[in-house]
């Protein structure tokens, strides 16, 4: 069974500037749920969509938005980027969502550097 | 706010020492509680975790946790560490009052010493 994938896996781009991430999660999973990791910050939680729709949401400002598709993949975007959006973002699926997991499958990562 | 606190940012170890990782979060509803691992050039991965029951659970790799509800901690311990154990350590926490956000502390750094 394939894993959790994520792409672009580095990209660099420069504040102002917006970018798009996606993440193709495991064969009948249908949640997706989205995270920021930086060095003493651990990991934040950002979102989570199950079956197009964006169950839960954390405290991150509306520049950062997602989406997910039919096929349960999902994309984030953030705009107007900013130095502090540096970050590694993870993206997890899992079968039945959050609210029921016992286990998050988790992608290798999408590192964002902003200069 | 919720928050789950980890303690020990870096931790450096002998091998076959004893390892405890505290965890401790800030909710007094119903939680369940998760321990992540991140190998060097690895992905996040499920190490154990506490819905219901006993509160002593054994994870992978010789690892247990227990959680004690009055002091709202779930600490990860291993009798004898490994040098293969270097590693960082996430304590998650899913609180189900709180739209099933998930809260992660902010890791251990754990380095082994052969």
């Known amino acids: 069974k394939a894993g959790v994938t994520q792409t672009p896996r580095y990209l660099i781009k420069t504040r102002g500037q917006q970018v798009t991430l996606s993440c193709s999660p495991i064969?009948?999973?249908?949640?997706v749920s989205w995270y920021q990791q930086t060095p003493g910050q651990g990991l934040q939680f950002l979102f989570e969509?199950?079956?197009?729709?964006?169950?839960n949401k954390g405290n991150f400002p509306g520049r950062f938005s997602g989406r997910q598709f039919s096929n349960s993949r999902s994309e984030m975007n953030v705009s107007t980027l900013e130095l502090g959006d540096s970050a590694l973002y993870l993206c997890?699926?899992?079968?039945?969502?959050?609210?029921?997991?016992?286990?998050?499958?988790f992608g290798e990562g999408s590192r964002l550097t902003v200069l | 706010a919720q928050s789950v606190s980890q303690h020990n940012h870096h931790v450096i170890l002998s091998e076959a020492a004893s390892l405890e990782l505290g965890c401790n979060y800030s909710?007094?509803?119903?939680?369940?509680l998760f321990w992540y691992v991140q190998y060097p050039g690895q992905h996040l991965q499920l190490l154990l975790k506490?819905?219901?029951?006993?509160?002593l659970v054994k994870g992978i790799k010789g690892f247990e946790a227990e959680f004690i509800k009055s002091k709202f901690s779930f600490n990860l311990r291993k009798p004898s560490v490994q040098w293969s154990d270097t590693a960082e350590y996430f304590c998650?926490?899913?609180?189900?009052?709180?739209?099933?956000?998930?809260?992660f502390g902010s890791g251990t750094r754990l380095s082994i010493r052969p």
């Open positions: 909710y007094g509803g119903t939680v369940n």
């Open positions: 998650a926490v899913i609180s189900y009052s709180s739209a099933s956000k998930i809260i």
């Open positions: 969509y199950f079956s197009e729709t964006q169950r």
């Open positions: 997890a699926s899992t079968s039945e969502g959050l609210a029921y997991t016992g286990e998050l499958f």
């Open positions: 506490y819905f219901s029951g006993d509160p």
């Open positions: 064969s009948g999973h249908r949640s």
